[in-house]
């Protein structure tokens, strides 16, 4: 029998696996029961630190994450782990390399390891990813891991706002230069040189310190993120890396810059589910007779420009500029960037 959304929520705070498992499932179904779970667990998330893992392909990111959940549960600390693939249409196990690596870890009741692919897209893959991060929170894992496999603009999205960000390079190969192009430069908090048993380790940390030395807007106060040579394979570096990530969080709570980071994970996180919504009500009112099938239709017929059907849809989604305030900011916004268009022109 299907547990209730309040069964889910009460077992999963007793600390039951398989209805955390099963939440997941039902969150990356978009399953309406889930939204009601979700709400009642809120409340109970917020105290887990986030770490974001990304950077080059292969580089080492989830041999680094088992090593490090290896290093907290020594330190009898609980661990999620989530990795997000959004060429992968898996979800539950994702990829096999992955799934053989994290084996060892997967036994051990103080980890909980969720592989995330497109699978889990039907709300949008980087609202999923939020809400199983907050699943986990809520579950009691003290620290969670989201690994990222490459290093697209999705990938940048669902790690961007973790209280750490890591980016994980390796020598040779002008990783840095690419990452620099990714814009992963500014999303770092910690830079990790993995393989560092390879030829070329101290030259590429040295490039990296080099190039994040003359980052702009950087000042006295602020964080300067350090550059650690790991080699996952042997764990050497690993005791340093979670050195750094304790640095980091200390950092943020004395510089006050935790709350900060809490409202931008939010804000962010409140803009990707408004996106996929709004964009779901425009396909939608596309595809209503009276709305979107006549514009579309005047507009072939060369009797309204697409701006002005689209400003149309806007008042028809948020109502008339004057009848109330959503609508009036909403054709602001549509208005203002209207005309910075026809500035640039
Ligand atoms: N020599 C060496 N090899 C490593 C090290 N860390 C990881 N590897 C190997 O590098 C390969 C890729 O490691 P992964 O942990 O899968 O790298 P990844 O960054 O998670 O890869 P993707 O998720 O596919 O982008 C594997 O064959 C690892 O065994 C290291 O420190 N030294
Ligand atoms: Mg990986």
């Given at each position: 029998?299907?547990?209730?959304?309040?069964?889910?929520?009460?077992?999963?705070?007793?600390?039951?696996?398989?209805?955390?498992?099963?939440?997941?499932?039902?969150?990356?179904?978009?399953?309406?029961?889930?939204?009601?779970?979700?709400?009642?667990?809120?409340?109970?998330?917020?105290?887990?630190?986030?770490?974001?893992?990304?950077?080059?392909?292969?580089?080492?990111?989830?041999?680094?994450?088992?090593?490090?959940?290896?290093?907290?549960?020594?330190?009898?600390?609980?661990?999620?782990?989530?990795?997000?693939?959004?060429?992968?249409?898996?979800?539950?196990?994702?990829?096999?390399?992955?799934?053989?690596?994290?084996?060892?870890?997967?036994?051990?009741?103080?980890?909980?390891?969720?592989?995330?692919?497109?699978?889990?897209?039907?709300?949008?893959?980087?609202?999923?990813?939020?809400?199983?991060?907050?699943?986990?929170?809520?579950?009691?894992?003290?620290?969670?891991?989201?690994?990222?496999?490459?290093?697209?603009?999705?990938?940048?999205?669902?790690?961007?706002?973790?209280?750490?960000?890591?980016?994980?390079?390796?020598?040779?190969?002008?990783?840095?230069?690419?990452?620099?192009?990714?814009?992963?430069?500014?999303?770092?908090?910690?830079?990790v040189?993995n393989?560092s048993?390879?030829?070329?380790?101290?030259?590429?940390?040295?490039?990296?310190?080099?190039?994040?030395?003359?980052?702009?807007?950087?000042?006295?106060?602020?964080?300067?993120?350090?550059?650690?040579s790991t080699v996952a394979?042997?764990?050497?570096g690993?005791?340093?890396?979670?050195?750094?990530?304790?640095?980091?969080?200390?950092?943020?709570?004395?510089?006050?810059?935790?709350?900060?980071?809490?409202?931008?994970?939010?804000?962010?996180?409140?803009?990707?589910?408004?996106?996929?919504?709004?964009?779901?009500?425009?396909?939608?009112?596309?595809?209503?007779?009276?709305?979107?099938?006549?514009?579309?239709?005047?507009?072939?017929?060369?009797?309204?420009?697409?701006?002005?059907?689209?400003?149309?849809?806007?008042?028809?989604?948020?109502?008339?500029?004057?009848?109330?305030?959503?609508?009036?900011?909403?054709?602001?916004?549509?208005?203002?960037?209207?005309?910075?268009?026809?500035?640039?022109?």
């Amino acid at each position: 029998m299907k547990d209730s959304p309040n069964d889910l929520y009460r077992k999963l705070l007793e600390g039951d696996r398989r209805a955390a498992a099963r939440l997941i499932t039902m969150v990356e179904n978009a399953d309406p029961q889930a939204r009601q779970a979700l709400e009642m667990l809120h409340r109970h998330s917020g105290g887990g630190h986030i770490v974001g893992m990304t950077g080059s392909p292969g580089s080492g990111k989830s041999t680094l994450t088992c090593r490090l959940a290896r290093h907290y549960r020594d330190e009898d600390r609980t661990v999620g782990i989530i990795c997000v693939d959004p060429s992968s249409p898996f979800t539950g196990g994702a990829l096999l390399g992955d799934r053989v690596r994290m084996q060892e870890l997967s036994g051990d009741p103080g980890v909980f390891i969720r592989s995330m692919g497109s699978r889990g897209a039907l709300g949008g893959l980087s609202v999923a990813t939020n809400d199983v991060i907050n699943i986990l929170d809520a579950f009691g894992k003290d620290v969670i891991i989201v690994e990222t496999v490459g290093a697209g603009q999705v990938e940048i999205e669902v790690v961007k706002y973790a209280h750490t960000c890591i980016v994980v390079t390796m020598p040779g190969g002008g990783d840095e230069i690419q990452a620099i192009k990714a814009g992963i430069l500014e999303i770092g908090d910690i830079f990790v040189v993995n393989k560092s048993d390879r030829d070329g380790a101290p030259r590429a940390v040295a490039d990296l310190e080099m190039m994040l030395e003359t980052k702009p807007g950087i000042d006295e106060e602020a964080w300067k993120p350090p550059v650690i040579s790991t080699v996952a394979l042997s764990g050497e570096g690993v005791g340093e890396l979670a050195d750094a990530i304790a640095a980091h969080r200390a950092f943020l709570v004395q510089s006050g810059l935790m709350e900060e980071k809490t409202v931008q994970r939010m804000k962010a996180e409140l803009l990707e589910i408004l996106k996929v919504r709004v964009s779901r009500a425009a396909e939608n009112a596309l595809d209503e007779d009276e709305v979107g099938a006549g514009l579309i239709g005047r507009m072939s017929a060369r009797e309204i420009d697409p701006h002005s059907a689209a400003d149309e849809i806007v008042e028809y989604l948020f109502g008339a500029p004057d009848s109330n305030p959503g609508g009036h900011q909403a054709a602001q916004v549509w208005k203002a960037d209207n005309s910075q268009g026809r500035d640039n022109e």
